[in-house]
Nanobody, 115 residues
């Protein structure tokens, strides 16, 4: 079993930055693919960024060049550095972990980009 807890969300002005963190508990976290998704009001959940156990990253086109995903396997954490935020980035951000056919999700953290 894996538990994921996100933190770091909040209110930020357009152009600002936030850093989200996801703490994972359980065994063998370091070899699992992990990612960040987001869900805006009235929209489907979408991939923001992912990172493999080996550190290979993938980003949605909408965040390329602005967001950076990273992981610290020793601390069982994955982070999402978000820069140059705009109102379209407003959403609940979820961390996930993939283990074979199983997908584990955190409860999410709200990011609001507004004046």
């Amino acid at each position: 079993q894996v538990q994921l807890v996100e933190s770091g969300g909040g209110l930020v002005q357009p152009g600002g930055s936030l850093r989200l963190s996801c703490a994972a508990s359980g065994s063998m976290i370091g070899i699992n693919d992990m990612g960040w998704y987001r869900q805006a009001p009235g929209k489907q959940r979408e991939l923001v960024a992912s990172i493999t156990g080996g550190g290979r990253t993938n980003y949605a086109d909408a965040v390329k060049g602005r967001f950076t995903i990273s992981r610290d396997n020793a601390k069982n954490t994955v982070a999402l550095q978000m820069d140059s935020l705009n109102p379209e980035d407003t959403a609940v951000y979820y961390c996930n972990l993939i283990r074979g056919v199983l997908v584990f999700w955190g409860k999410g953290t709200l990011v609001t980009v507004s004046l």
